[in-house]
C-alpha cells in the first residue's frame, strides 16, 4: 500500500458535529447538503443526528428529499384522452403526450428523467 492510498481515520470535535447537527435539525434542511457543504458523508450526518436524539419520528434517515416541481394542470374535455406535459430542467426542454390509460408508466418515467 503506497502513501497516497492509505486512509487515515478522521476525527471531528464535539462542537463541529453539534453544528451539523443543529444544520441538519432545520426545517427543510437536506442531510446531505449540510453533509455536502461540511465535507463529510451523509451517512456519518445520520449517525451523528441518530447519536444526539435529534433524529424525529417523521423524518426517515434513509429518505432523501425531493424539490418541489410546480406544474400548471388544465382541465381535460372531454374528447382527450392524453396527459399532456411540458417540462424544462437545465438546458433540457421535453413535451411528452402520454395515454391516460398508463398515467402509473407516465410516473415512473418523470421521476426517472428528474433524477
Not at 96 to 108: K, N, S, T, Y
Amino acid at each position: 500500500m503506497d502513501a497516497l492510498s492509505k486512509r487515515t481515520r478522521r476525527y471531528h470535535s464535539v462542537e463541529f458535529k453539534q453544528q451539523v447537527v443543529d444544520a441538519c435539525s432545520q426545517p427543510g434542511a437536506s442531510i446531505a447538503a449540510v453533509a455536502l457543504a461540511h465535507g463529510i458523508n451523509a451517512n456519518l450526518a445520520r449517525r451523528w443526528l441518530r447519536e444526539s436524539g435529534s433524529v424525529s419520528a417523521s423524518r426517515s434517515p434513509a429518505v432523501e428529499t425531493i424539490d418541489f416541481v410546480p406544474l400548471r394542470l388544465e382541465a381535460p374535455d372531454a374528447s382527450s384522452r392524453c396527459i399532456h406535459l411540458e417540462l424544462r430542467r437545465g438546458g433540457s426542454q421535453v413535451s411528452v403526450d402520454w395515454p391516460v390509460q398508463a398515467a402509473h408508466e407516465l410516473g415512473v418515467w418523470l421521476q426517472a428523467w428528474l433524477r
